[in-house]
């Protein structure tokens, strides 16, 4: 009689709700189990000192905060598995007490700001396998005692800057299986170190975008894991590059950071393109019939000219001359200069010329090989003609290039 005096209260709790056992956890909290009896809702019934609520496989299609507030010392809620579509949204701090709560496997897209205010102290947050795409700075404000944030096979593209800043106490951030490809410059601040980091299954696009990650990782590289299912295994090589096509299948860690991002200059046929902005490009008049070079006592008279965008080109080492193409002639003219006298008369000296036909090429010699041209100090630089030479045969294209 006695046993069975200590037993009914026991059965009485069991019976309360049909399929629910009641229990206590490994920390000796009062449970409730309630898994996949077809709950769409909170039952009533409940003993309001549980402190832990376990719902996985039920039909919950919203996650309702003050339906649980009948319970001053909620610990753990668990409704994995089931159909809550969004995190409702409140300002105040509604379950002051809950320390875990897991979401995985439900229908969540999008996480707020303050998505969380509602439990302030959670320690452990699991949302793992939802469709998730849209984090902000503020999805976990408010959340500077959470330990555990799990979001493992979301949707999950683009990490928001600021997204970690309340995450002061996080230790173990699983973000494996989405499609991250940069990680932003000092994200983890200010907590720095994250004992466990998951990070592999994602495309990672290794750039100079994920110099900050490298530097990380070739500090904390001991803290970057990776599981096979119960198997967890620690190795930095588990972040592995997706693009650029060099890089495909290498491990970030294996990647010097000056390779992530090299100097890649843009070059235009034979020359280097050096864009100038806002300097007015060097013209003339009409050339009149060829006259003595200028004393050392001339200036040159720069006609005045809008600004235009002006391109210089820059001749590669390799090169023996500097050829000028230029629309108002077919042929192709080496080493120009032009002369200008104090009253304005501008004189283009003698020029080698080659036809337009690159197989059969015939040239003049100019009767001087070194022409100059004084000007002024601040605007342009000396040119001189180089000594002659055979042409290099070369086709040439209609364009006009200034001279700066």
Known sequence: MLLLGLLLPHVAVVTAMAGCRSDRDKDHRLRQNCTAVGFSDLPPGVDPETQVL????????????????????????????????EVTRTTTEVLPTLGVLRLGSNRLTALPDGSFTACPALMELYLENNSIASLSDGSFSGLNKLEILDLTSNQISVLPALMMRPLVAIETLYLEVNQIQVVPDDWFSPTEEVLYLYLSANPWLCSCSLGYLRRYMNKYKQNFNVRDGRDIKSTPDSVVCHSPERHRFQPLISIEESDLCPAEPVHRGDFLLVVTEGVPPITATTPPPHSAPPSPAETTVWPTAPPLQVVTWIWFYNFTRFHVWSHFSESVRTGEVLQVTPGGTVTPPEVQTWSRNPTTPTFTTPTSTTPTITTPTSRSPTITTPTSRSPTSRSSTTRTSTIC
């Open 54 to 85: 376990l719902f996985p496989a039920n039909r919950f299609s919203t996650l309702s905060w003050t339906s649980f507030r009948i319970f001053s010392n909620i610990y753990e809620i668990d409704l994995t598995d089931n159909k809550v579509p």
